[in-house]
């Protein structure tokens, strides 16, 4: 079975720092370009940030672009979300999700509808 188990959630207060990883069973994280995407309380699912397979591409979301940071380390078969300066704004679900990208390893970008394997999710709260 093909799964993405994440962690690192948890409560932080504004302007603090916390890092989600991704990390893969059954399957190596290689194989796949990554994304982080969050779910606020009545928002739709959001894209965040996402990683090509071999980590040289990246893209970010423009609510996070400066502050937040994707890595991967495939040896490990884990990718990782560092998010620094963080706001209210930023609590959420988040989740990473696996997917091909039709345009070959280089490629960070992608339609959310390409990711086929999706984590639980962690819960990110940003508060007082």
């Known amino acids: 079975q093909l799964q993405l188990v994440e962690s690192g959630g948890g409560l932080v207060q504004p302007g603090g720092s916390l890092r989600l990883s991704c990390a893969s069973v059954?399957?190596?994280?290689?194989?796949?370009?990554i994304g982080w995407f969050r779910q606020a309380p009545g928002k739709e699912r959001e894209v965040v940030a996402q990683?090509?397979?071999?980590?040289?591409?990246?893209n970010f979301a423009g609510s996070v672009w400066g502050r937040f940071t994707i890595s991967r380390d495939n040896a490990k078969n884990t990718a990782y979300l560092q998010m620094n300066s963080l706001k209210p704004e930023d609590t959420g679900v988040y989740y990473c999700a696996a997917g091909t990208p039709p345009g070959g390893p280089s490629i960070a970008v992608m339609p959310t509808n390409l990711y086929t394997i999706w984590g639980a999710g962690s819960q990110v709260t940003v508060s007082l």
């Open positions: 990683i090509s397979m071999y980590g040289g591409s990246t």
């Open positions: 059954g399957f190596a994280l290689g194989d796949y370009a």
